[in-house]
Nanobody, 125 residues
Framework: QLHLVESGGGLVQPGGSLRLACTTS????????IAWFRQAPGNQRERVSC????????SYTDAAKGRFTISRDNAKNTVYLEMNSLEVEDTAIYLC??????????????????WGQGTQVTVSS
């Protein structure tokens, strides 16, 4: 079982930035595609971005392109999501998840076997 822990959420004004982190102590971390999902109250869980095991492939939803950047440091067992130009609509719980499958345009959460508990991001003036 891959135990994932998110951090970095908080309250930020519109236009502000946050950097989320997803980390684990498991040495197998670098074998997995890691994705960031988010879920707002009353909404379905949606995938924001993913990054391949070696960091060479990334994918973003249209809402995230140009504003969010995903990266990973396998030496630190950590994946980051840098979020800029945040909007009120970005308010949600952000969760990271791990999958043995490649990072692709598939937005379905089904391939992701391991999930963190999430970190709250609130964008409000």
């Amino acid at each position: 079982q891959l135990h994932l822990v998110e951090s970095g959420g908080g309250l930020v004004q519109p236009g502000g930035s946050l950097r989320l982190a997803c980390t684990t102590s498991e040495v197998t971390f670098h074998y997995y595609t890691i994705a960031w999902f988010r879920q707002a109250p009353g909404n379905q869980r949606e995938r924001v971005s993913c990054i391949s095991a070696d960091g060479g492939t990334t994918s973003y939803t249209d809402a995230a392109k140009g504003r969010f950047t995903i990266s990973r440091d396998n030496a630190k067992n950590t994946v980051y999501l840098e979020m800029n130009s945040l909007e009120v609509e970005d308010t949600a719980i952000y969760l990271c998840a791990a999958s043995p499958w490649p990072c692709s345009g598939n937005l379905n959460p089904g391939p992701y076997d391991h999930w963190g508990q999430g970190t709250q991001v609130t964008v409000s003036s």
